[in-house]
């Protein structure tokens, strides 16, 4: 937000500022308000003075320039060579004298022109970056002050501070609430805007009458009619107030409404009155489906939950939010009436993020603006229309308010807030603060009941008074200490350890971690994953109804996620297009779910996607499917937490194959029989229609499941000193035969000696029978306590062989 200092002295004394506007910018930080760029527009200025042209003459070697005698102030005259001709003596001009630097980094200095010496240069508003276009230099009235700066002269000596506003400081989103805030840190008096108003006697009631059905979303509304206006460009202090902090003038009517917000933080609405049918405003819901056309011009739609201005026809306004096209003040308006209103902040932000429109109004009615001001406002607001525009205001105004909000008084000790402080707090300065800022004190005993203004919607119990006696004492004064160590630190929790860990692994296996946010948009989540029927056969917790956002940023975050895998998906996509054609990802975070019995749950899941293949000129890329990747890095994690039973099934059913991933390229994971999870590659479809030209996978484990029992015990074995044989074995098999299912055969048969078994090579051959393939085996045997013998070797080999031949019928080849 955009404060300007000269329109903030007219409440608060802050002369001492303009020269070091850094000390008042450092003093609002340190008093919660950070100051984040400060810009003095006079320094833009500098050496840029009011002139007067004692003579001119033509250039004595140039018929196109003119030589002229300019005098700024004092008896000091200015030999200046000037190419402009709409000029001549006698005229006040704007002179940039040697020292200036104009806009394009262009330095004034004193030069010589075609062979006579020029020592400054007159200006049009263009060289000064005060317009696009000029047809020559600027001549300003005859009164003005010759040798005047010219940024105090044109209202350019202005200081302005970009201020970053708290959701809790909504009071100070205008110049008169940081006056106010000023006012406190500084001590200083406050001087409040004039609200006085003179009327005509008439009744506003008796030209537009109103009706508040939806008093829930709007406790108060203040309403005056105007008569006789008339709409014009807005008078020169009035723009150039607006334009100081980056707003724009409309017409007369249209900036008063914004000045006045800018001024007391108090949005308001003008409505032409020639257009509001029925002559009644009736503030309540919208009706779901109807359309309405804003300001500028834009259809939406309503739902039936936004609030809404409307005439006995249809929406006029959207409540808090932004103006109907067809009831906007225009050239011809004659009659206006004025809107002033409290609306609940919760109203107008739903209403703003579920249409996307932010507005000024609309800003500040989400964080809340003080209901008490609502009728300084409106009369502010009449006063100035009146001033500008001209007309007659009505009495009688609208001021619907059955339920004033008050505000709950709040008791404290001076002993708590030493308590709390780490310091001893001073009574008299307590009471000072409070007055400050505007609450009421009373005492009785040793106990403070403090009542805050209804503007600070921040103040709500003990501690918030002690945070406002720390913040204006200064938060330098809270002693530094160290916490005395009474008791042991706490343990870390388990699950966050197990979480570093899995981190740690697969940050070491060539991962990247992401973090995603856990709000996603139902239909795209929808679109990717498709039945989630397949999802909890994976032995992931999932189900069709989804949990949704009461209040969401926008459609793209209106659920919870229910997998990790569409953001991972996201991210893949995202990192491609932007040209990284290799990747590893991992996320740990958790999903949600709705249980049986309608209650909401989450569960801990880990997440990881891999897409393309790393090459150089030093190795040859192999073509396999990366999911063989994904595979490696999933057995390293169950590795290091201990696991050791685990298998991987690719289901028979595709049906329990998700619909993102390729059926001929999945797998489920049991844990101890139990299915916990899934690798995949993304279907080639996928893959495709996101025009991502390398293969990709992903995978998805319950940590839940992973985690249970951990940290797992291990169980030290010393080395074995004796050797270790090793027997290879080629055995031919249909290509439908699953190795793993061979190797857990061999595992189970040659149990007692065999220390590993492994596949070490795989011929698929124009020499090997159609469906069938040669798989190579080879088996580590050992006893822990003795060399081994033929005798016991060739009896653990040929257990091994009969059990292949009885349960797959096979034969070494």
Same mark, same amino acid.
């Given at each position: ?205 008796? $030209? *537009? !009458? #109103? ?14 009619? /105007?008569? @006789? =206006? ?68 834009? $259809? *939406? !739609? #309503? ?14 306004? /959207?409540? @808090? =939010? ?70 007659? !205001? ?59 203004p209804t503007f600070r919607f921040d103040i709500e119990q003990d501690m918030d008074l002690v945070e406002e006696y720390a913040r204006l004492n200064g938060y330098e004064h809270i002693p530094e200490a160290l916490p005395a160590l009474a008791a042991a630190p706490s343990f ?28 996603v948009g139902s239909k795209a989540q929808k679109a990717f994953l498709g039945s989630l029927e397949a999802l909890k056969a994976t032995g992931l917790a999932a189900t069709e109804k989804e949990i949704r956002i009461l209040n969401p940023l926008n459609e793209e975050m209106d ?248 349960n797959f019928d096979l034969s070494v080849r």
């Amino acid at each position: 937000m955009k404060i300007s200092l000269k329109w903030l002295h007219d409440y608060v004394d802050v002369t001492e500022f303009f020269q070091k506007p850094e000390v008042l910018a450092e003093a609002l930080t340190r008093g919660g308000l950070e100051v984040e760029e400060i810009t003095n527009r006079a320094k833009d200025f500098n050496h840029v003075v009011i002139g007067h042209i004692l003579e001119k003459d033509k250039h004595p070697n140039a018929d196109k320039l003119s030589l002229c005698r300019v005098s700024t102030g004092e008896g000091v005259v200015h030999q200046i060579v000037c190419g402009a001709q709409n000029h001549k003596a006698g005229d006040r001009v704007i002179v940039a004298l040697p020292g200036a630097v104009l806009p394009g980094n262009f330095a004034i200095k004193k030069s010589a022109v075609r062979g006579v010496d020029s020592a400054g240069m007159l200006c049009s508003l263009k060289e000064l970056g005060l317009a696009t276009e000029s047809e020559g230099i600027a001549i300003l009235p005859a009164d003005a002050p010759v040798g005047k700066a010219y940024a105090e002269y044109g209202g350019y000596d202005d200081v302005t501070f970009e201020l970053k506003v708290t959701a809790n400081r909504a009071d100070c989103l205008s110049h008169f609430g940081l006056a106010r805030e000023v006012s406190t840190l500084f001590g200083k008096e406050l001087k409040v805007p004039s609200s006085e108003l003179k009327t005509n006697g008439k009744s506003s009631k008796s $030209e *537009i !009458a #109103l009706d508040v059905k939806a008093f829930d979303l709007c406790p108060r509304y203040a309403g005056r009619f /105007l008569k @006789g =206006v008339k709409v014009g460009p807005s008078p020169a202090w009035l723009k150039a107030r607006l334009e100081s902090v980056g707003m724009n003038s409309i017409n007369n009517i249209v900036d008063v409404t914004n000045y006045v917000m800018l001024e007391l933080g108090q949005p308001l609405h003008a409505f032409d009155a020639a257009f509001i049918n029925g002559k009644k405003i009736i503030v309540d819901r919208a009706v779901a489906g109807e359309k309405f056309i804003t300001l500028d011009g834009t $259809e *939406i !739609a #309503l739902n039936g939950a936004e609030l809404t201005i409307r005439d006995v026809n249809h929406p006029v306004c /959207l409540a @808090g =939010v932004v103006g109907g096209k067809n009831s906007g003040v225009s050239d011809s308006t004659t009659e206006v009436f004025l809107e002033a209103a409290y609306f609940l902040p919760m109203s107008a932000r739903k209403t703003s993020r579920s249409h996307g429109i932010d507005t000024d109004s609309s800003y500040r009615f989400a964080r809340g603006v003080d209901p008490d001001g609502t009728l300084r406002g409106l009369n502010r607001a009449a006063a100035l229309i009146l001033e500008v525009a001209g007309g007659e !205001a009505y009495a009688d105004h609208h001021d619907f308010y059955p339920n004033p909000v008050k505000k709950a008084p709040v008791d404290i000790t001076i002993k708590t807030v030493s308590d709390r402080l780490g310091y001893e707090a001073e009574e008299h300065k307590f009471v000072d603060f409070m007055k400050r800022l505007g609450c009421e004190i009373n005492k009785k005993g040793e106990t403070f009941t403090v009542l805050p203004p209804t503007f600070r919607f921040d103040i709500e119990q003990d501690m918030d008074l002690v945070e406002e006696y720390a913040r204006l004492n200064g938060y330098e004064h809270i002693p530094e200490a160290l916490p005395a160590l009474a008791a042991a630190p706490s343990f870390q929790d388990k699950t966050f350890m197990l979480n570093r860990t899995t981190s740690e692994l697969l940050r070491g296996e060539g991962f990247q971690q992401a973090v995603n946010f856990a709000f996603v948009g139902s239909k795209a989540q929808k679109a990717f994953l498709g039945s989630l029927e397949a999802l909890k056969a994976t032995g992931l917790a999932a189900t069709e109804k989804e949990i949704r956002i009461l209040n969401p940023l926008n459609e793209e975050m209106d659920v919870m996620r229910s997998s990790l895998s569409f953001g991972l998906f996201k991210n893949l996509n995202h990192n491609f297009h932007s040209g990284n054609m290799q990747g590893r990802l991992f996320e740990i975070g958790s999903t949600f779910f709705v249980k049986d019995d309608g209650s909401f749950a989450e569960g801990s899941r880990a997440g990881m996607a891999i897409w393309g293949r790393a090459s150089n000129l030093w190795n040859k890329s192999l073509d396999y499917p990366v999911v063989y990747e994904l595979k490696a890095a999933v057995e390293v994690l169950l590795k290091s937490l201990n696991i050791s039973s685990y298998t991987w099934v690719t289901p028979a059913n595709k049906s329990e194959v998700p619909e993102f991933l390729h059926q001929g390229q999945f797998a489920q994971l049991l844990v101890e029989g139990k299915k916990v999870g899934f690798i995949g590659t993304l279907h080639p479809l996928l893959l495709e229609d996101n025009k991502i030209r390398v293969p990709a996978a992903l995978a998805e484990l319950d940590l839940d499941q992973l985690y249970k029992g951990q940290p797992r015990p291990y169980r030290i074995q010393s080395v074995s000193k004796f050797p270790i044989v090793e027997r290879d074995f080629a055995f031919v098999m249909p290509k439908a035969l699953k190795v793993g299912d061979v190797l857990k055969d061999i595992r189970k048969a040659g149990a007692g000696l065999l220390l590993n078994v492994d596949v070490f090579d795989l011929y698929e051959g124009e020499k090997m029978e159609a469906g069938k393939k040669s798989v190579a085996i080879r088996i580590w045997l050992q006893d822990k306590n003795a060399t081994l013998q033929e005798t016991q070797i060739n009896e653990t080999t040929t257990k091994i062989l009969e059990s292949l031949k009885k349960n797959f019928d096979l034969s070494v080849r």
